[in-house]
């Protein structure tokens, strides 16, 4: 096992929905995410100072082509592996939350000790749902089978049901709810850290573009802060979904494209760390 902090960050798009329940669509979120990352409506620079359109800041492996179940897992999990071996740090663009688990496969192949930043309305850590062991509502309960990580703190969440909860206390998941987030509970990570973002985290008056929308979420300010007072070195990091279906105005694809920009300025401003 090999570890390493450091790396360019690097946008990785795995435009996958295949195991979307309700409504698909996140799939195309890659480009749209781009779009909206480059667009001249803003300027390359984060809020912390670095300018992510100098040479070398931001690297852009493309998108993987996937098709769907065990295949698709296979390539995800190979491709962010290159991708770190190549000396580069993801910033994945889903795609639907199932991705995470095989980017987090790769990953932890390079880092002994692992803690996940986990924003989402819901906890993603059922058995199994609608029959599906790998479906967008189960990739955390499989990283903790095969204990991929050392910690899984998730914040946002307001959506748990009884076998849900179970979960959590079953793998000792650090849950702060939105009660909990309210009354002042904050993460804190002990170890190296892979960040994912769900965008139904956020309440949905900030990103409406997403399959299923919750009331009584984060705002990006909130987030953001949380992001950019991260202390561990952030090894990797994904932004899922998105559904540019249901994005008419582009809303929900200027946050991801803030949420890239932060991620990326903070692995720069922390390398070495």
């Known amino acids: 096992m090999l570890t390493t902090h450091g790396g360019t960050p690097t ?32 300027n390359p620079w984060t809020e912390t100072g670095v300018d992510l359109g100098a040479d070398g800041a931001l690297g852009d492996a493309g998108d993987v082509p996937l098709t769907t179940g065990a295949d ?5 999990e190979a491709s962010v592996r290159t991708l770190l071996e190549s000396g580069g740090r993801p910033i994945v663009l889903g795609g639907d939350h199932s991705i995470s688990y095989p980017v987090v496969r790769a990953v932890r192949w390079f880092h002994p000790r692992l803690s996940i930043l986990h924003f989402d309305a819901h906890p993603d850590l059922y058995p199994e749902f609608e029959g599906d ?20 703190v998730q ?10 909860r179970q979960q959590a206390e079953r793998f000792g998941v650090d849950v702060i709810d939105m009660r909990a987030w309210s009354a002042g509970r904050r993460p804190a990570l002990r170890n190296p850290a892979y960040i994912s973002v769900d965008l139904d985290a956020f309440d949905p008056a900030f990103a409406p573009g997403v399959s299923h ?3 009584g979420g984060l705002t990006v300010r909130e987030v953001l802060t949380v992001l950019q007072g991260v202390r561990v070195p952030i090894v990797g990091a994904d932004v899922v979904e998105f559904n540019p ?13 803030k949420l890239v920009k932060e991620l990326a300025g903070k692995m720069i401003s922390s390398a070495g760390s």
């Open 11 to 42: 946008l990785l798009g795995l435009p996958y929905d295949g195991s979307s329940s309700f409504r698909k669509g996140p799939a195309g979120a890659p480009p749209v995410i781009r779009q909206a990352l480059h667009s001249p409506a803003g």
């Open 72 to 76: 698709a897992r296979t390539k995800i």
């Open 133 to 152: 062991r790998f479906s967008h509502a189960c990739p955390f309960a499989r990283v903790l089978e095969e204990k991929l990580a050392d910690q899984l």
């Open 155 to 164: 914040v946002g969440i307001r959506t748990m049901n009884a076998i849900q």
């Open 213 to 215: 929308r919750e009331p």
């Open 245 to 257: 279906e249901l994005d008419p105005s582009g809303v929900t694809a200027t946050v991801c494209a």
